[in-house]
């Protein structure tokens, strides 16, 4: 059974800091790995998918990369802005379920 | 612009009393799904629909049902609230088919409806 976990739970920096996102998965079997943005009561904003045969993802400030021998992704932030303060959530689009698995997600604080 | 809209935002109901949570999207993509999410958790798949083909999650109690009418419309009905059933409920769509990788299986999200059980 696929399992996601990100860490850490809690991030918080000062704005303009480069900042890493964590996340990793039990079973390389995968077809996608998304990654959201939640704010507070909000719905989730997809914010980067790659695609299994992929390695990275690049879109404006944000840069995912996944590998799949070693279970992992991270997404890359740069020059984090107080906007930037959310939850953010790794997703899996698993093989043998064929449903999106998700961490329980990062929540991020750019201090002013 | 194309959307995945969810109404209410915001649902109040009593302890037993039926509710149903509306979503609706502008897409024309073939997935529908819908999950519960927690306080602090993870989102949770509850079931979901390709085309008319209901798909439902082995452990989605029988509480919790869903019909799809049309391709726009999908609909989540709890027969029986309880106190553990307030979450927040996420649509959202995908073109499909699912289990395959690529764009087609990128998941798109309405804003949530959050359930208070009273």
């Known amino acids: 059974k696929q399992e996601v976990t990100q860490i850490p739970a809690a991030l918080s920096v000062p704005e303009g800091e480069n900042l890493v996102l964590n996340c990793s998965f039990t079973?390389?079997?995968?077809?996608?790995l998304q990654w959201f943005r939640q704010d507070p009561g909000k719905g989730l904003t997809s914010l980067l998918l790659?695609?299994?045969?992929?390695r990275e993802q690049t879109s404006g400030r944000l840069n995912a990369s996944l590998d799949k021998s070693s279970g992992r992704s991270t997404l890359y932030i740069a020059a984090s802005q107080p906007g930037d303060s959310a939850t953010y959530l790794c997703?899996?689009?698993?093989?043998?379920?064929?449903?999106?698995?998700f961490g329980k997600g990062t929540k991020l604080s750019v201090k002013p | 612009d194309a959307m995945v809209i969810q109404n209410p935002r915001y649902q109040v109901t009593q302890f037993g009393k039926p509710v149903t949570l509306s979503c609706s999207q502008t897409?024309?993509?073939?997935?529908m799904y819908w999950y519960q999410q927690k306080s602090s958790q993870a989102p949770k798949l509850l079931f979901h629909?390709?085309?008319?083909?209901?798909?439902n999650e082995a452990d989605t109690p029988d509480n919790f049902q869903s019909r799809r009418p049309n391709t726009s419309f999908c609909f989540l009905d709890i027969r029986s609230p309880g106190l553990g059933d307030a979450a927040m409920y996420l649509c959202?769509?995908?073109?499909?088919?699912?289990?395959?990788?690529?764009?087609?299986?990128?998941?798109?999200f309405g804003p949530g409806t959050r359930l208070t059980v009273l």
């Open positions: 959202a769509t995908s073109r499909g088919p699912p289990r395959t990788s690529g764009r087609v299986n990128e998941q798109f």
């Open positions: 079973d390389s079997a995968i077809y996608n």
């Open positions: 790659i695609q299994s045969s992929q």
């Open positions: 997703a899996l689009l698993g093989g043998s379920q064929g449903n999106l698995i």
């Open positions: 897409l024309n993509h073939n997935v």
């Open positions: 629909y390709y085309d008319k083909d209901f798909n």
